[in-house]
């Protein structure tokens, strides 16, 4: 079945669409092609008023009700689009939209989550594209005792599954996840703490402009890392908590960052920057050591920053980094691609968490909301994947 995916990371910065045609194959393998992935923009001003709704920020019901309903909406555009590109690019209707929804607040105490928001009315995107849709894919897992986070644990486990050594699949998105996978063992995936989400609130300090960012990382490139504030930030509590673990924007804040540089001398925006990036590279590197993994494959909006690449590529030592293109999905598509996966899985009524989210079980996961017509599911897949199948497009 071919499946439309359309998502937006903890950086809030766009939507990401997947294309991706899956079948399961040889038992229990799955086989998965990745038809094309893209990035779409937020409609005018609404990037902005997700981000208000950021801690430390208070808001009201109404405001929820509009980005929800917004937001939906916004999905449900980009989704019909991505059915036309469908039917040109294959000759086939997607049969299937997975929408996560845009993550508002992620409830982490004491190292329990007790919930997690997405906000992106489903009906809006039912629609607009007339296709059932998969949506609130965490909280069946919260609600079973994890995190509700990484779910690229699913994939990464079945991906990088084999017969040597240990490796890890690292995304760079706002925050930092890393999926460790470990032939005889289940696998350990984790936040391991910022990425993208420290290094765009200092670029936007810096410039004045909301919507800013360190382009191909130019600013940090052109600073120096401050042992003060890096040992300042090397202090939260996060970095020494054990998976399951996760993490989000309402911990790692403007107001966190903040408070850090009021405890140090003035700094220069270009070392803040520098030490942000240098804060990511140590904190992944220093999740992955006790682990010992061979390879890291990266994805994500921050392998788009040489700067952060370099500084992680230091911190890794020898342990090789490459990035996901490298294995057949794309790096700025594999959340997407993810997504597919793990609506493919409940479409077919097999649990799609792993132990790695802290859950006391795997769980279907999501909800389903009816096309227009009559909801058919296919008979239920008796058992879990094995192993994932990435399979390059032959192109005409």
């Not at 696998?187 to 810096?206: E, F, I, K, S």
């Not at 070392?271 to 220093?286: K, P, Q, S």
């Amino acid at each position: 079945m071919i499946v439309v995916s359309v998502a937006s990371g903890t950086s809030a910065d766009a939507l990401d669409v997947g294309l991706v045609e899956l079948a399961w194959t040889d038992g229990d393998d799955v086989t998965l092609e990745v038809v094309e992935t893209w990035s779409e923009p937020w409609p005018e001003g609404l990037g902005d008023r997700i981000l208000a709704l950021l801690p430390p920020s208070s808001t009201t019901a109404a405001e929820v009700c509009a980005v929800d309903t917004a937001v939906g909406q916004a999905v449900g555009a980009a989704a019909a689009r991505a059915v036309e590109v469908a039917r040109r690019t294959t000759g086939s209707a997607p049969s299937l939209i997975v929408s996560p929804g845009q993550t508002v607040h992620h409830e982490v105490l004491d190292g329990r989550c007790l919930g997690s928001l997405q906000l992106g009315q489903p009906a809006w995107v039912v629609e607009a594209t007339g296709l059932p849709v998969i949506s609130d894919l965490r909280a069946r897992d919260v609600s079973a005792g994890g995190h509700g986070a990484p779910l690229a644990s699913t994939l990464d486990s079945l991906w990088l599954d084999g017969e040597t050594g240990a490796k890890a699949a690292l995304n760079l998105g706002g925050i930092a996840n890393v999926t460790v996978v470990r032939p005889g063992s289940p696998p350990l995936a984790w936040d391991t703490g910022p990425a993208n989400c420290l290094l765009d609130v200092a670029a936007r300090m810096a410039t004045g402009n909301e919507l800013g960012y360190d382009r191909d990382g130019a600013l940090a490139s052109s600073g120096r890392v401050r042992a003060d504030l890096l040992s300042v930030l090397l202090d939260h509590p996060h970095f020494v908590r054990r998976p399951p673990v996760s993490t989000g924007r309402e911990t790692f804040s403007a107001t966190l960052l903040e408070e850090a540089l009021a405890g140090c001398a003035p700094i220069a925006w270009s070392d803040v920057l520098a030490t942000l990036t240098e804060l990511t590279a140590l904190t992944v590197a220093r999740a992955l050591a006790p682990l010992k993994v061979s390879e890291v494959v990266a994805s994500g909006g921050g392998v788009a920053n040489p700067a952060l690449m370099a500084a992680l590529a230091r911190a890794l030592g020898e342990t090789r980094l490459l990035t996901s293109d490298e294995l057949g999905i794309p790096a700025d598509g594999k959340e997407a691609v993810m997504w597919a996966l793990l609506g493919f899985l409940t479409w077919h009524g097999v649990p799609a968490s792993t132990p790695a989210t802290g859950a006391s079980a795997a769980r279907v996961l999501g909800r389903i909301s009816p096309g227009d017509t009559a909801l058919v599911l296919p008979e239920p897949v008796r058992q879990r994947p094995g192993r994932l199948r990435v399979r390059s497009r032959e192109v005409a």
